[in-house]
């Protein structure tokens, strides 16, 4: 048996995630780490300490071009993803992995996926959670029937709407084969998060149409509704799907308290445990990285092109919150980008109550 070719990777943003990333990919034979970039020449000191590498740079555009890497990485918070991308397409890269959320706006996507389109290169996004055991527990109960004909998915968490609710949405579209979202319905509330770096409404609901008839309920921030069985704040996620003979969802969980999974089905009330663990999960992720770049047609599961259609959701969501009423799929530019007319929205609506 053939090892297969090692794969060249980059990684720029050696913050929390960027070393989840460097991790999984140090242990991955088929993977070889080249070089790290951070704005903080410390943390691109400890990366090339830790993981034995060379190379190190505060300019990813200059590692870039220095390295021509099969696979270029970034972890950086969400307001840098257009420019690293299109270093990332001109260097040449194979595959561009990122963070979520994809993007601050529509206009960004766009372009963002319009460059990767046109130079084939493939992306793959950090909705990992999915691989948590209680995850795919709960995809193969729906999958199998046990809880008949779905006609509702699900997923909410406490955490704001920037951090929390693409991985809301891509899960439950999971659990609905990935069916088309049609349309969107939003509504949103509160302006104090939109100073955070995850800038976002406090809270937003959305409910979406998908192609097949199933509804889609998501909510994530100050507001939705709590998990009570999951301690860790961030944690306290619900995903799920409901069908004509039962129900099957996740609690995220983390730190081995309160998540996991539970159905009932017409053969009862069953459950299991399972909490999300970034070790755990980012070794098949990256894992799946090499195989789609090993075979065209091994595509990943976080692959870019089902991210940008969750991110649309979300940004159909806050558009619908601006102009009321049903928003349709797929969305075009926009003239001012959804966050600022979000909250332009939500701060006029403030001096009017006032
Ligand atoms: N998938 C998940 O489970 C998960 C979990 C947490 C965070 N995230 C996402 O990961 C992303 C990063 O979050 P984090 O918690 O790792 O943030 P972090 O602040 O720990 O790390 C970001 C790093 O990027 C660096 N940086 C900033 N500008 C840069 C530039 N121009 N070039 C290179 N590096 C630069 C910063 O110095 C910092 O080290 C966010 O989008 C966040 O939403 C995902």
Redesign the pocket.
């Known amino acids: 048996m053939s090892m297969g070719q090692t794969y060249t990777v980059a990684v720029?943003?050696?913050?929390?995630?960027?070393t989840h990333h460097a991790e999984a990919v140090s242990k991955n034979p088929r993977f070889k780490l080249v070089g790290f970039?951070?704005?903080?020449q410390g943390?691109v000191d400890a990366a090339k300490k830790q993981f034995g590498v060379d190379y190190g740079s505060l300019d990813?555009i200059q590692m870039l071009k220095d390295l021509k890497p099969d696979v270029f990485i970034f972890?950086?918070?969400?307001d840098?993803r257009l420019p690293l991308i299109r270093a990332g397409v001109e260097s040449g890269a194979k595959l561009i992995a990122y963070?979520?959320p994809i993007a601050t706006s529509m206009n960004e996507a766009i372009e963002m996926y319009r460059l990767m389109r046109a130079a084939g290169v493939k992306s793959v996004i950090?909705h990992?959670?999915r691989y948590g055991e209680h995850y795919s527990k709960v995809k193969e109960i729906i999958a199998s029937g046990a809880i008949g004909r779905v006609h509702t998915v699900y997923g909410h968490a406490l955490g704001w709407m920037m951090?929390m609710m693409t991985h809301m949405i891509e899960y439950a579209s999971w659990y609905n084969d990935y069916a088309e979202p049609e349309w969107v319905i939003g509504q949103a509330d509160g302006i104090e998060k939109f100073s955070d770096n995850?800038p976002s409404p406090d809270y937003i609901s959305a409910l979406v149409q998908y192609s097949n008839g199933v509804r889609g309920v998501f909510e994530t921030g100050a507001g939705a509704p709590d998990v009570p069985e999951v301690s860790s704040w961030w944690r306290k996620c619900r995903v799920g799907a409901q069908g004509s003979e039962g129900f099957a969802e996740v609690l995220t969980g983390g730190g081995g308290e309160g998540g996991g999974w539970r159905a009932v089905t017409k053969d009862g009330v069953t459950s299991g445990p399972g909490s999300m663990d970034y070790e755990h999960d980012m070794g098949p992720y990256v894992q799946e990285i090499v195989d789609w770049l090993d075979d065209d047609r091994k595509i990943h599961p976080c692959n870019g092109e089902t991210a940008y259609k969750g991110f649309e959701v979300m940004m159909a969501a806050c558009r619908s919150a601006v102009q009321r009423g049903r928003v349709t799929l797929p969305l075009g530019p926009s003239q001012t980008p959804e966050l600022e007319a979000l909250k332009n929205a939500l701060s006029s609506k403030n001096l009017i109550q006032a």
């Open positions: 720029a943003g050696m913050g929390k995630r960027g970039c951070d704005i903080d943390r990813s972890c950086t918070l969400p840098l963070e979520k950090s990992q959670h951090h995850h």
